[in-house]
């Protein structure tokens, strides 16, 4: 029952903060600030006025927002692969740790964007150009959080597999992911909001097609209306991403003791 | 071995096989150059006068962003954090408006503000605001019962309160928030010099250096550079957060 109040109170929140919005903006009259009543129509009539046998989406949604959101996905989970594999190894290995603390600290403190004019460059325009920027920024939070989570496996449980002889791939997939599985979500969530900025910047420093395209057409045809619907989409993606991930991240970690607190301390 | 020269072992090896890599021929020259190019251009770049008017700018406006953000979010945060209803409003405001990507309003604030160093400022500030004000409308729900009711007994206002028990211990969380918006600051602010162009900053130098020529060489040594930027950043809010909150909680489980 207090689930149900919290979400419509939520919700009845959200419409409130619509309507301040509508009317501030209504009042200042200003071009750049359409009201909210302007930006939905808009968005109805970019994406959603499509023939019924494509689903009532536009040729924009198939053309240029699907494409985005797909790159954007494959990125991040391409960072994830790489970050979570690399990182369980790299947590369990001191040694390793002792000699690429320094390099790891100072790839993620490469503001990821960057690296966008670098794979421009050397792979040229296009999907890959996305996909390497993406995954180069997705990959730290996982990957810095895999290796954190690894090396919180407590004594017990690494003195247990020791005494039971676990083979490595037990090991591993029994003892080292499961302890480690909190910290990787909280770096998984992190690294996808990351892997959306890259997408966004990606696509407006340059590009053929895609949401950053049409959000940079938008501006040149002083469609301000416009460029808000893409704003308020991108806003949309971040937030959907977020609560799927969390939806996941509640189901496989029901199993963890205490999983109240830890959600709240992130 | 000490721990730094182990760290130094582990970034010589990288550079050796980057070296190799790039001097075997297996990649172009062009598009990987070894990173003793990397390097000879990253010393040509240090000492030219306009790479370090680049550097200044973009590190300038990362320090006014950032101080701006400050003395926007901190007020703000207390402010609200302290009556619930604000916080649960205000909360849930920052719900929505936080997923949206600040680099999402790169194309609008050029279309209002132009190119100038404004612009790149206002979207640093506004990507900033948040981490700060997040962390300290959150670290309001952390102060002790028993600090506050003291307070009370002893007949303090509420601006008191706020002022001597609220803020010192919500300190810590703030300086989290601070280096949380210093990182995605630089981040904005970097992309906007990318995107939008403008006359002065490091974006702006990676720009020239890959439309032009294609200086791969210039691009790599001025992305090396930003990288030491991020890096002494945030060593120094480990150094900060070891030196003047070591006493919180927050600091251990973060570091």
């Known amino acids: 029952m207090r689930g149900i109040t919290g979400f419509v109170q939520r919700w009845a929140l959200f419409v409130l903060i619509v309507l301040i919005w509508e009317v501030v903006t209504r009042l200042s009259a200003s071009p750049f600030f359409p009201p909210p009543s302007q930006i939905g129509p808009r968005m109805v009539d970019l994406w959603l006025s499509g023939p019924a046998s494509r689903l009532f989406l536009t040729d924009t949604v198939y053309d240029h927002l699907l494409p985005s959101v797909g790159r954007t996905l494959l990125g991040w989970a391409i960072a994830a692969v790489i970050g979570i594999g690399l990182g369980l190894l790299l947590g369990r290995s001191t040694v390793a740790m002792r000699y690429l603390r320094v390099l790891l600290d100072f790839g993620r403190a490469i503001p990821p964007p960057l690296m966008v004019p670098f794979f421009l460059v050397t792979l040229g325009l296009g999907a890959p150009m996305q996909l390497g920027a993406i995954v180069f920024g997705a990959v730290w939070p996982v990957l810095l959080n895999s290796i954190d989570g690894a090396r919180s496996v407590d004594a017990t449980k690494v003195d247990t597999a020791r005494a039971f002889r676990l083979s490595g791939p037990q090991w591993m997939g029994g003892v080292v992911l499961p302890a480690a599985l909190p910290k990787i979500f909280a770096g998984l969530r992190l690294s996808i909001s990351i892997a959306l900025i890259l997408m966004v910047v990606s696509e407006l420093v340059a590009s053929t097609h895609g949401l950053g395209n049409q959000l940079v057409a938008a501006g040149r045809d002083y469609d301000m209306a416009g460029m808000w619907a893409y704003i308020v989409l991108l806003g949309i993606l971040g937030y959907a991403f977020n609560i799927a991930l969390l939806a996941v991240e509640h189901r496989v970690l029901r199993w963890q003791p205490g999983r109240a607190h830890a959600a709240a301390s992130r | ?255």
Do not use: C
């Open chain 2, 1 to 255: 071995m000490r721990p730094v020269t182990r760290g130094l072992v582990g970034l010589a090896v990288f550079l050796l096989i980057w070296e190799v890599v790039g001097r075997s021929g297996i990649t172009e020259r062009r598009f990987l150059p070894p990173p003793s190019d990397v390097l000879g251009s990253l010393g040509e770049i240090l000492v030219d006068g306009k790479f370090q008017s680049d550097v200044v700018a973009t590190v300038l406006a990362l320090v006014v962003s950032v101080a701006i953000a400050v003395l926007i979010a901190v007020p703000l945060g207390l402010l609200l954090g302290s009556f619930p209803v604000a916080r649960h409003a205000t909360r849930a405001v920052v719900e929505f408006l936080r997923p949206i990507p600040s680099v999402a309003f790169i194309p609008l604030a050029v279309v209002m503000l132009g190119v100038g160093p404004e612009t790149k400022i206002t979207l640093a500030v506004y990507a900033a605001v948040w981490p700060i004000l997040f962390n300290t409308i959150y670290a309001l729900d952390e102060v002790e019962d028993l600090h506050l009711e003291t307070a009370r007994a002893f007949g303090y206002s509420r601006v008191r309160t706020i002022l001597s028990i609220s803020l010192p211990s919500a300190v810590p969380f703030v300086l989290t928030g601070v280096r949380l918006a210093s990182s995605i600051g630089l981040v904005v602010l970097i992309s906007t010099e990318m995107i939008a162009g403008g006359r002065l900053g490091i974006g702006t130098f990676i720009n020239v250096a890959r439309e032009g020529a294609g200086r791969m060489d210039l691009l790599l040594a001025a992305t090396v550079v930003a990288g030491a930027i991020g890096y002494l950043v945030n060593a120094a809010f480990d150094v900060a957060q070891r030196r003047w909150v070591s006493w919180s909680s927050l600091t251990r489980s973060a570091s």
